[in-house]
């Protein structure tokens, strides 16, 4: 779970997810259930500008096409959210699937916490 509001960027949602899925894999075979909850809708953009000279009015149209070019997506997630949930019967990998998630929360850009539930 996300300790603060942040945007995180696809790629590294993805990054994340392939090495919790290569590394579940090696762990525990084939079962396991893993979740990425949050899903990137903020688009996020780009509005080139040059420095300096008399370069800028080269590329710049003023307000007429002020948005800029998308360069890529982003999650918004807020405190408290989950960003990747697993599931797995046996409780004797709970530690290997703990230190997991601590090796992938630099992958993150906010600080994350792991939480750990039994579901009966």
Wanted: glycine share 6%; charged share 20%; net charge positive.
């Amino acid at each position: 779970t996300s300790t603060i509001n942040v945007l995180i960027r696809d790629l590294a949602l993805e990054a994340a997810r392939q090495f919790l899925n290569n590394n579940l894999t090696k762990l525990l075979v084939t079962d396991y259930y893993l979740a990425c909850k949050p899903y990137p809708h903020q688009v996020l953009r780009n509005n080139k500008t040059f420095s300096g000279g008399s370069k800028g009015e080269r590329v710049q149209s003023g307000m007429a096409h002020s948005f800029g070019t998308s360069i890529g997506r982003a999650a918004f997630v807020r405190v408290g959210d989950p960003v990747f949930i697993v599931g797995f019967p046996d409780k004797k990998h709970t530690e290997s699937v703990r230190q997991l998630f601590k090796s992938v929360s630099p992958k993150i850009p906010c600080k994350t916490k792991i939480t750990y539930s039994e579901v009966k």
